[in-house]
Every structure is written in C-alpha cells, then in structure tokens.
C-alpha cells in the first residue's frame, strides 16, 4: 500500500523550511503482510513503482538503489540531498498488558514532577519535562542509592495515536533489569487508561530490543526511512547534519 503524507509537512520540505526531507518511509510487517510506503505528492510514482517491484523483498539492495536513482533528482529539485547514510532503519514494538508481571516492576513509583526527585547525573532527565494536569504524561523511576537511576518517559505521539515511550538506565546500573522493569511499569499505567503503547530503537541497537521483549512488548514491524537534508539550512552549518 502506498499512502501519502501529511500536506503540512511534505510544505515544510517544499518551501525548505524544514532540514530533513524523508520522501519515502518504508514499513514491513513481515509474515506476509503488505508493505506499507507513506511517500510525498512529488515523489509519489516512484513510490508506486517502488511497492509494485519490490514489496516482498523492500530493503534489499536493488530496491534501496532504486530509490536513490529515482528518489534523487526530485529532491534536489527542492534543495535537498541524502545524508552520509541515507537508509534509516529502526523496529517498533507495541505493548501486551495481558503478560505477566516481571519481578522487578514492584521497585518501580510512577511520578508526574520531576522537582521532587534527584536523579543520577548520567540521565539525559533534562529532555523530559512532565505536566502533572495530563494524565498520561508521566515517568516510570527506580530509585536506588537515594536517587533515580532509571526512567522511562513519554518520548512521542506515534502514528495514528499511539504513544511512544523511552527508556534510559545511568551506566553502572545497567543489566539488573531496571530498564524492562521501567519500561514495563509505565506501559502497563498507560494501558490501563485505554491507551495504546509503542517501543522504538534502531535495529542494530540489540540491548533496547531486548528489554522492550522483557518488558512485555510485542515485535510488529521495521521501518525504513530514506533521508534527505537541505544543502544549506539555518538550523546549523551546511553539510554538518546527522539523524
């Protein structure tokens, strides 16, 4: 199936207000399922012909070397040209709540401020800002050695109204299972709202893979997006973007 993407944002790209450019994102549900090609108006009947040749086998080199032959010109009619590695893949996963509960998910305090809490210093917490007003904008911690050394958060709106949580764990506290604890917890408390939960990670990341499967999340797809990025934007200096 081949689908177009959202008017606003394919705007962006073709007004060059935007730095990344991603003209076709490529999903693969495996088990014979069809693969699904979201693409822009511009580039559409090479998305077509894309899906027509190349569903069964999508990430193959012929089909990726196809998009860089056809893909190419109409982009950098726009200005835009691939980044240094231009296919990006990562895997989704959504979330079972009817699993059971892993043992250490019982450690784990749901939290709706951050201010109450220390964190280890190793945490990238300032990315994350919580509204106690929101019901679903909360964070999962551990707390060890009277501070948080494990978190998972909300990271985004996926497609079609999912939401998408992170997961990160301070270094000299990794592999005890605080991460699929974390992750676990907070999928479960969003579930239990109604709400539909997602992990993603780069699939060459095995670690993270690993603990959205502890964590009683479910493989269900690989997407491939084929970046693009504007030969000179005011985001930073020309040619210095990455992904």
Known sequence: MVRLEEKEYEKAVAEGSSCFAVPVEVSDFGYGRDTDVLTY???????????????SCP??????????ERLAPAMESLGYI???????????????PGGAVSARIGDCVIIDRLKD????EELPVEEYELFSDVPTDRMAVLIEDGKVVCFAGVNDMSEGGAIEINVECAPGYRRRGYASACA???????????E???????????ASEKTALRAGFRYTKTVMSFVFMKQKCDGGPEGTYGI
């Open 196 to 206: 539909k939960v997602v992990y993603v990670c780069s699939d060459r990341n095995t």
């Open 82 to 96: 691939p980044v240094f590695e231009p296919f990006k893949f990562r895997k989704e996963f959504e979330f079972e």
């Open 184 to 194: 676990e917890k907070l999928a479960r408390y969003l579930s239990d709202m109604g």
């Open 41 to 55: 108006r511009i580039t559409k009947a090479a998305a077509e012909e894309y899906h027509s040749r190349f569903a």
């Open 117 to 120: 809490y220390v964190f280890d």
């Open 59 to 68: 990430f193959s080199d012929e089909a990726k070397d196809f998009l860089k």
